[in-house]
């Protein structure tokens, strides 16, 4: 009987022992996550803090090290000054501002014309290869799905150079036209990923309905498919801005000097040796806010568009 | 898929379509004719450039369109829905990557005063002998490499994510910014400035935990390592986002399965979760690496190659050649050799990974 209850006891006494040990556990393990978490985050957004912070320093400023504002130094304007964008000669003439606001213009143009193109005749694509069944020789949808997202593998580097020679010849040199022609190239198999897996996930029994009632196929995509689809579409977008916005190597070899974009302007900086830090620190903040802003404001049509056709 | 209703079309429908395209086609054949003989020297019509034919292409395209819905109806509409993005396609690819082909034979320097030539197989020979070539494919090795390890990161932060938190939302916002920014404002703020060797905070940290001169782009394999390290700060927030959507798709059963059976949570990542995650890792490691393969911006901007070359992708010394020697017919051979190599090598990946994904089911 002793015997028994002794051992009993023990395999009684353990899950109570985990029981009062599992709270501290608990609680170890949150206080790791949440370590991990926080040593992430900051390793994610110091740059950008280092950055914003940097262009309102002072040369003393970065050569000392100095990190807080107003606590180990004093915040300065030199370096939106020299963009002409500090409050006070925002209403200042400025060549630099000018030649700023100029690359940002272009490169709002080039992304938002390529995506806007990309989005339309992918969405198209996407809907044709999503419905019908087609036969162009021997190729069937499969073959064309394949060619288009065959086009991810290809580098930049193949096309750049005969785009050169083409784009001379085409006088698409250093023009915004040529950029988003580019540009959409770029993005229409993302596009085209991103908006067939939004189109299949639609059910085809309404626009089956709406044949029936004698809508054209063309009819029931624009007034029945394409509102369900808008998220989609919306994703795809943003996606294709970002990528587009942040493009270098086409923008370097392609433009000169009336189509050059902002990466291409911030990387003619950075090759000058001794260039201030403030202006440059400036430059670049100007540079990545409007994705910054779309990062944090859009961040689920983003996350969206990533993870189309995955984990479903 | 959809149920279509068959028509039976008017046969003056049929023949305007037909004649549409043929005439178009005309069209298109004329311009090219024209310009070529003006381009040769045969006539002397003056065209300033060759839009024309650019023009008379997009006509044809509309042409095509059009007919394809005269005479063939309900069946032309629907190739009119997927015709734009495949003329587009093959307009900007197809035909840039054979003039490529021509390119990647000659000596074209544009430099050059004399023109350029059919120099056959020159440019192979130069390729096949070029150690920076040999170099920067090696280095492409090594980056494609550091996938793995980007992978096991975000495989990490993917799971913390997942885990049950507050502010949830921040974190992920904060941890998808970097993807968001453009390599070339990478490559000042945390290359040129935060890797700065006198001033710069990372250097600054280096020589506390007692890096005497810290210097992250002099030596080979540190500069590389440093390359590595900035395009995954870009990168990593893209492949957790795509293992975040996957651990949140899997089924919440499996998971209480685990807890009753009590497993622990280290046995249960690796008897339950990895191999569920499976499908999702490999697309996002296969998608990863595709982009891996055109890395150029941030080596382009940090380092331009150096040093000696030991940062260099295939991306980036193609664009020197071209930059700093103005040699297009060579650089287009490195590229398109280049091309063949990430063909052979993609197609091998993923019939590997085809495999893989076969055994494991």
Not at chain 2, 134 to 160: D, E, K, P, R, S
Not at chain 2, 203 to 228: D, L, Q, V, Y
């Amino acid at each position: 009987m002793t015997a028994e209850a002794a051992a009993r006891a023990p395999s009684k006494a353990r899950p109570q022992d985990t029981a009062e040990a599992a709270p501290w556990k608990r609680i170890g393990a949150r206080v790791l996550i949440y370590a991990a978490l926080l040593l992430w985050t900051f390793i994610a957004l110091f740059p950008l803090y280092w950055t914003l912070s940097t262009s309102f320093k002072l040369g003393k400023d970065v050569t000392q090290g100095h990190l807080l504002p107003w606590i180990d130094f004093a915040p300065n304007w030199k370096g939106w000054q020299s963009l002409g964008l500090s409050p006070d000669t925002i209403f200042a003439t400025s060549n630099v501002r000018d030649e700023f606001l100029k690359r940002f213009l272009n490169s709002v143009i080039a992304s938002v014309g390529a995506s806007a193109l990309a989005v339309t005749i992918g969405s198209l694509a996407a809907y044709g290869l999503s419905r019908f069944d087609y036969k162009f020789g021997i190729w069937r949808n499969k073959d064309i799905s394949f060619f288009f997202l065959s086009q991810l593998i290809l580098p930049p580097v193949v096309l750049a150079m005969p785009f050169l020679i083409l784009y001379k010849q085409l006088a698409l040199l250093d023009t915004r036209i040529g950029l988003i022609l580019i540009y959409t190239l770029m993005v229409l198999p993302i596009v085209i990923w991103v908006m067939r897996d939004q189109f299949d996930t639609i059910p085809t029994e309404i626009e089956q309905a709406a044949l029936v009632d004698g809508c054209s196929i063309w009819g029931a995509f624009l007034r029945i498919v394409l509102p369900i689809a808008l998220p989609g579409m919306v994703a795809a977008f943003i996606l294709s801005i970002v990528l587009c916005w942040n493009e270098y190597f086409f923008a370097s070899l392609l433009t000169g000097f009336d189509a050059q974009t902002l990466p291409v302007m911030v990387a003619s900086q950075t090759g000058s040796q001794g260039i201030n830090w403030w202006s440059m620190a400036a430059l670049s903040t100007a540079a990545i806010a409007p994705l910054v802003l779309i990062g944090v404001f859009l961040e689920r049509y983003i996350v969206m568009g990533l993870t189309a056709g995955s984990g479903r | 898929m959809l149920e279509t209703a068959h028509e039976v079309l008017p046969e003056w429908r049929v023949s305007a379509g037909r004649r549409l395209f043929r005439l178009a086609t005309l069209l298109l054949f004329a311009v090219a004719v024209l310009q070529l003989m003006d381009a040769l020297g045969v006539t002397t019509i003056g065209f300033s450039n060759w839009r024309p034919l650019l023009y008379a292409f997009v006509l044809w395209g509309v042409a095509l369109g059009g007919s394809q819905v005269l005479a063939r109806g309900e069946p032309g509409q629907q190739t009119v829905f997927v015709l734009p993005a495949l003329l587009f396609t093959v307009a900007m690819v197809i035909f840039p990557t054979f003039f490529g082909l021509y390119m990647a034979f000659t000596d074209w320097n544009l430099n050059a005063e004399s023109g350029h030539h059919f120099n056959g197989l020159d440019n192979l020979a130069t390729l096949w002998g070029d150690s920076y070539f040999w170099n920067a494919l090696g280095n492409m090795t090594f980056y494609v490499l550091t996938v793995l390890v980007q992978y096991a990161i975000a495989f990490g932060l993917a799971l913390l994510l997942n885990a049950e938190i507050r502010a949830r939302k921040f974190f992920r916002v904060a941890f998808l910014l970097p993807f968001m920014l453009s390599p070339v404002a990478v490559s000042w703020m945390i290359g040129k400035s935060i890797m700065e060797n006198r001033f710069g905070p990372a250097a600054t940290f280096a020589r506390f935990i007692g890096w005497e001169n810290p210097a992250f782009f002099t030596s080979p394999w540190i500069a590389k390592t440093s390359i590595a390290i900035m395009d995954s700060w870009v990168w990593i927030p893209f492949i957790v986002i795509m293992l975040l959507a996957g651990l949140q798709a899997l089924p919440n059963e499996v998971k209480e399965a685990a807890k009753v059976d009590g497993a622990g949570p280290w046995q249960s990542f690796w008897e339950i979760t990895f191999p569920l995650m499976l499908p999702v890792s490999v697309t996002a490691v296969v998608l990863r690496i595709i982009f891996e393969l055109k890395l150029a911006d941030i080596v382009i901007n940090v380092t331009a190659g150096g040093p000696g070359g030991a940062t260099d992708t295939i991306s980036s010394f193609v664009y020197r050649e071209y930059r700093d020697r103005s040699n297009v017919g060579y650089a287009t051979m490195v590229a398109e050799i280049y091309l063949v190599i990430i063909i052979v090598f993609v197609t091998l990946l993923l019939k590997m990974v085809n495999r893989f994904m076969q055994k494991m089911t």
